[in-house]
């Protein structure tokens, strides 16, 4: 690089405080300057971080010409119209996942960026996880013959007061915060689904708080996803064909380790083939990593999470919402409201 990319940080909660260094931790890159609408918290993020300026001011942010990227990392609600006023002043921008609440918000936002000619990715950083390509080497390679079906789960307990996922709204729910690592991973495999069947628990204010999908495919595949917020599912998942299978060791979309049970009744039943590839930071550094050189090179989208895949998961989606709108069981406070 013939000088360093500058980069912005928007956002001070959880997922900034691991992904920030991993983003600093890349070669010929300067964090120069944080926001939070508390310019107090950004301040104290900035001297943590050894970031030199902080400021409450997003419109000063984007309009920084010293800034080449923005890296946002807000409440979900927040990401469409946030993202929009960076990309309208020309900032390249990756955009913690999801980049939006709908398919519709996630075009409007990639079509701005074609437009004004500027990087744009949602950070999904599972894609580029070194394990997650391992898959996709063995699964290439023929290791358990053609896929044919998928099962994750994302199901954790998370406290009502950690986060907004919690709040009604278009942000909240697990499906945009958690079912996007299931689905993302089913259509990385299989693609876009034919059809797919979901069900769950919703309450009266429309977030979701539990679903399972069925996601099917062409020739019999399928996937089955299950996630929730007020439970635990299997943190796993696991990749199944007519020679074995493979499982990413819980939490897949940010494991270090799978497991090949294919090759031999050995490896199937007893001791299956272990890999187990180290993290880099917090894991963060290599999606980081190809984000910074696909914006030093002027591409405006990453082929590793294209703006195809990003739109045919928020189609799927959208599906699984409607769907839930419709079928979902209610929440044990509305059965005791009846």
Partial sequence: ????????????????????????ACEGVEVTIVHSRDPEKAAAFAAEFGIPRSTGDYAAVVADDSIDAIYLATPIATHHAMTRQALLAGRNVLVEKPIATSAAEA?????????RGVFLMEAMWMKF?????R???????????EPRSLRAGFGI??????????????????????GIYPVTLAHALFG????????GVVRPDGVDLAHHVTLEFSQGRFAQCATS??????LSASVSGPKGWIVLSPPFWATTSLQVRAGSLEAIFVTPEAVDLPREGNGYVPMMREVVEAIEAGLTEHPVHTVADTLSVFRTLDEIRSQLTRTAAPSAGEDVAR
């Fill in 192 to 199: 876009e689904p034919q059809s797919l069947h979901a069900g």
């Fill in 135 to 145: 898959l996709r080497q063995e699964i290439a390679e023929g290791r358990i013959g």
């Fill in 229 to 234: 917020m007020t439970e635990f599912t299997d």
């Fill in 1 to 24: 690089m013939s000088r360093p990319q500058r980069w912005a940080v928007v956002g001070t909660g959880t997922i900034s405080r691991s992904a920030v260094p991993d983003l600093m």
């Fill in 107 to 115: 075009a409007d936002l990639f079509a701005l960026a074609a437009d």
């Fill in 157 to 178: 307990p998370f406290p009502e007061d950690m986060g907004t996922r919690f709040e009604a709204g278009p942000g909240g729910g697990a499906l945009l915060d958690q």
């Fill in 129 to 133: 996880n070194p394990v997650f390509r």
